[in-house]
């Protein structure tokens, strides 16, 4: 009877140890899903606060992931389909923004884009919209981490049709006065009196041959 009893608390020890070590498991197994759960509320917090700052930048821009989750067609902000009057909104492609410019320019983005996406290779553009003759900066880089890993390839696109008029403007404007100035030149190039020129300093700064 001794024996028996012996052999019950034997069975019933192992039965506590495997009881307390499948509790121990259990626990330590839910500690680790809550971990992970804590790690990925937060990197989806990140993700929407990197979202929402780059929805809030003052330029629209079209961005591809390296990561193996991200869309390998890209996606497209709210402001660059409203730059460039996409009709798809943000569920535009590439190609929607290339098919946007006039012909000349959707040449260049696409070179510049091949050579961004395949060596990262970043660029700065000037393009012409193919409706109204719109002016848009394109600038593409490559963001990458601590490591030099890359993480996204993305082109952002300003509207620049004011400030490029303003330079057009100034070009014409200057080159105006430089023929007025040779026109001048020869003119008294071709009198026989003597002409010169002085600054504030009585420094000769032009004087007829």
């Known amino acids: 009877m001794g024996e028996v009893q012996v052999s019950v608390a034997v069975a019933l020890a192992a039965v506590?140890?495997?009881?307390?070590?499948?509790?121990?498991?259990?626990?330590?197994?839910?500690?680790l899903w809550r971990v992970a759960e804590r790690a990925r509320d937060t990197a989806r917090a990140k993700a929407e606060m990197v979202d929402a700052?780059?929805?809030?930048?003052?330029e629209g821009f079209f961005v591809w992931g390296h990561g193996a989750g991200d869309d390998a067609n890209g996606r497209c902000s709210r402001r660059?389909?409203?730059?460039?009057?996409?009709?798809r909104g943000r569920d535009s492609t590439f190609d929607d923004v290339v098919e946007s410019l006039e012909?000349?320019?959707?040449?260049?983005?696409?070179?510049?884009?091949?050579?961004?996406r395949t060596t990262g290779?970043?660029?700065?553009?000037?393009?012409?919209?193919?409706?109204?003759?719109?002016?848009?900066?394109?600038?593409g880089l490559?963001?990458?981490?601590?490591?030099?890993?890359?993480?996204?390839?993305?082109v952002w696109m300003s509207d620049v049709t004011e400030g490029a008029a303003a330079v057009e403007a100034l070009n014409r404007e200057g080159a105006g006065h430089r023929r007025a100035n040779s026109l001048l030149k020869a003119a008294l190039d071709g009198i026989e009196v003597p002409v010169w020129v002085r600054d504030d300093d009585l420094s000769l700064i032009y004087c007829n041959r």
């Open 16 to 31: 506590a140890a495997l009881v307390i070590a499948a509790g121990a498991l259990l626990w330590w197994q839910h500690r």
């Open 53 to 58: 700052m780059l929805e809030a930048a003052p």
């Open 80 to 87: 660059l389909a409203v730059l460039l009057d996409l009709i």
């Open 103 to 116: 012909a000349l320019s959707q040449t260049t983005l696409r070179d510049a884009i091949e050579a961004l």
């Open 121 to 139: 290779v970043g660029f700065a553009l000037e393009l012409t919209l193919a409706s109204g003759g719109r002016r848009v900066a394109a600038r």
């Open 142 to 154: 490559r963001a990458a981490n601590g490591e030099s890993q890359p993480l996204a390839d993305v």
